[in-house]
């Protein structure tokens, strides 16, 4: 089958370098971490890293070479300036731009037992933004992903419709066979992302036709921010007490999309998305059992499983 998108671009100012180097409890080498990149809107987006020190062979032994992405790494963590670090008058933090992102899952069991499901963003080449083009840089957050639309609901907010939609789309994981043009992919695991459909685009939406278990793309941008709203709590006696709060704002927010197909003309048949379908279930209940272990790839990803942050900096006129 031909290679599925799932792709997450993003551009922004750099708030905090979070990569180190550690080793893990089987005693390997390693930087993970993560990048957080502001965009134009004040989202603060956490882009994941992961990588071995060493190459691995053919057998999946490791080597004494040092491997590509952890050179990269160490010399974004030595070399990368964020906000926190920008101590000279008139100094800027750095610009990244991320070209090679994507969805990945975060499964996790929440504190009534049940399992929780969330989206992180995974990359692996980290791209700094040249002084001289920062005029001409955009700084946004888009997302592109092909997949089967799982389920599309009404969003209902304390018990009222809002007009938007939530649709859920099961992106497709892939594993390669080979490099570039040569490559050959195998469907190997569901990523389900969670979208909104603005209520001024619903009826758009609706109108051409997505259902259930169908095949599409879909693109959009993605949002992690705040807003200040005021709470009002009526007083027995005196002026009502108003307080502000901080409401975090998290969505990927769809703009367009083509038009829907269904899953056997993408070299997809329905045994191969059933098996995809027990699996994804086989995982949320190893989750859930507390018997389920993170995932890497040879040197790419890391997946964890804990509840996503809203990233914290002095910088941040909406941090908690």
Aim: aromatic share 8%.
């Amino acid at each position: 089958m031909k290679e599925l998108i799932n792709r997450v671009t993003i551009t922004g100012q750099l708030v905090k370098n979070a990569l180190e180097e550690r080793t893990t409890k089987a005693g390997d080498e390693v930087i993970s971490g993560s990048l957080t990149l502001r965009t134009a809107d004040n989202s603060e987006h956490d882009v994941n890293f992961f990588a071995f020190k060493y190459k691995k062979d053919e057998n999946k032994n490791f080597t004494s070479e040092e491997s590509f992405f952890y050179k990269e790494y160490k010399d974004a963590i030595e070399n990368l300036v964020d906000m926190e670090h920008c101590k000279e008058e008139g100094q800027t933090p750095d610009i990244i731009s991320i070209t090679d992102g994507s969805f990945t899952v975060n499964d996790f069991k929440g504190s009534n037992g049940n399992v929780v499901t969330t989206n992180r963003i995974s990359a692996r080449f980290i791209n700094r933004v040249e002084p001289k083009d920062y005029d001409n840089t955009i700084l946004e957050a888009k997302f592109e992903v092909e997949g089967i639309i799982e389920k599309i609901t009404d969003e209902i907010v304390k018990d009222v419709p809002t007009g938007n939609l939530v649709v859920t789309m099961n992106a497709i994981a892939q594993r390669a066979d080979g490099f570039g043009k040569d490559a050959k992919y195998e469907a190997d695991s569901l990523v389900p992302i969670e979208m909104k459909v603005d209520k001024s685009m619903a009826e758009g939406f609706r109108s051409a036709g997505y259902y259930e278990g169908c095949f599409t793309k879909l693109t959009g941008v993605v949002i992690n921010t705040a807003e200040i709203q005021e709470v009002v709590e009526k007083a027995a006696f005196g002026p009502d007490i108003k307080k502000t709060v901080k409401v975090p704002i998290r969505k990927n927010e769809v703009k367009s999309g083509i038009a829907p197909t269904t899953v056997f003309e993408h070299d997809l048949s329905q045994e191969i998305v059933e098996a995809l379908k027990a699996k994804r279930r086989a995982k949320l209940e190893e989750v859930k059992a507390g018997t389920a272990t993170s995932s890497q790839t040879a040197e790419g990803f890391q997946k964890q499983s804990t509840p996503p942050t809203t990233p914290v900096t002095n910088y941040n006129p909406f941090a908690r």
